[in-house]
């Protein structure tokens, strides 16, 4: 009998846990527009292969229908999909 071929899972650039905070480059609505930028989520399934993000905007597929569940799902090396980048304040210091 032949050998099947056994696929690896990829390797993950980040390990993503349900209830995460992410960011996820998507086309989504602020302030009534629908844009196309990183927006927060949060991980609301994980396997091998996947990640689901749920959302509190409206979020839409890139063929522009909008996403009734508010969840997009990625492979878990996806480009579109990161932690959380921290936002530098720079405040100015009193001399």
Same mark, same amino acid.
């Given at each position: 009998?032949a050998s099947?071929?056994?696929?690896? /899972? /990829?390797e ?12 996820v ?9 629908r844009?196309?930028?990183?927006l927060?989520?949060? @991980? @609301?399934? @994980? ?8 959302f ?11 996403? /009734?569940?508010?969840i997009?799902?990625?492979?878990v090396?996806?480009?579109h999909l990161?932690?959380?980048?921290r936002r ?8």
């Amino acid at each position: 009998m032949a050998s099947v071929p056994i696929m690896r /899972p /990829p390797e993950p650039k980040f390990e993503f846990d349900v209830g995460d905070t992410v960011e996820v480059y998507c086309d989504h609505e602020k302030n009534g527009q629908r844009i196309r930028g990183w927006l927060k989520g949060i @991980v @609301v399934q @994980v396997d091998s292969k996947m990640v689901a993000v749920q959302f509190r905007s409206n979020v839409f597929l890139t063929d522009g229908w909008m996403v /009734p569940d508010h969840i997009l799902w990625f492979p878990v090396n996806s480009a579109h999909l990161r932690m959380p980048q921290r936002r530098s304040s720079k405040l100015p210091f009193a001399e």
